[in-house]
């Protein structure tokens, strides 16, 4: 979603960077066992954005579903703390909750689909499941946001009406890459719906300019 976001932000002269690692939540002093990198990547990656004077909003984003389910407590109390490090530095946080997860893979499924003169608009699932899927999560996220003022991004409000999450929206495109993964035409539809006031305000919000000086 980064580059939805990127090509938002560069219509205010403004930029964003993605962290990654792979498979490295970001979560303080957790890693699965089959890391070795994530607990030092975090830790300085945090030490980094609170001390830069630059940045000052971050977007902390997670896949809960990857982790095993023996690590969530620790793997939350990581990210708990990671966000609380970031309030308490005077950042803007904004948790990004889960996204739908379809159980199989939206292009295969789509094109198999179209291949039989199916309705593609009919893929996809349940807002419902979504919901009971995510509950813990949600419930997690929810009183994170409360301690710490955090600003919520529910990609489901973009990506789902009020009872359907499809794979394939008419007129906008295949919103999946795979079963884990938005598209970039996915990502872009959804940051429709990001908070910018999060974001400091566009460049020429601040100096009244608009437009070409004259010479």
């Known amino acids: 979603i980064v580059v939805a976001l990127g090509e938002q932000l560069a219509k205010r002269g403004q930029s964003i960077m993605q962290i990654t690692s792979s498979a490295c939540p970001p979560s303080l002093n957790y890693q699965m066992a089959d890391q070795d ?15 830069d004077d630059r940045i000052h909003t971050v977007i902390v984003a997670e ?54 003169g199916e309705n593609i608009e009919t893929l996809g699932i349940t807002r419902l499941r ?10 997690f996220l929810d009183d994170l946001a409360r301690r710490t003022g955090a600003v919520k991004f529910r990609l489901v409000d973009a990506l789902c009406d009020a009872t359907f999450c499809p794979v394939y929206k008419r007129g906008v495109g295949v919103l999946y890459f795979n079963a884990n993964h938005i598209s ?15 974001f400091p305000p566009a460049r020429d919000e601040l100096t009244g300019f608009k437009g070409k000086p004259a010479d």
């Open 184 to 198: 970039v035409t996915g990502a872009r539809y959804a940051v429709s719906r990001f908070p910018f006031s999060v």
């Open 130 to 139: 979504h919901n009971t899927d995510n509950r813990d999560e949600i419930l």
């Open 63 to 116: 896949n809960f579903a990857r982790y095993p389910l023996q690590d969530q407590p620790r793997f939350g109390a990581g990210l708990a703390r990671s966000v609380e490090a970031l309030a308490a530095a005077g950042k803007t946080v904004v948790l990004a909750y889960p996204q739908p997860i379809p159980w199989f893979e939206p292009p295969s499924a789509l094109g198999l689909m179209a291949h039989r």
């Open 37 to 51: 990198l994530c607990i030092a990547h975090n830790r300085s990656t945090l030490d980094d954005l609170v001390e």
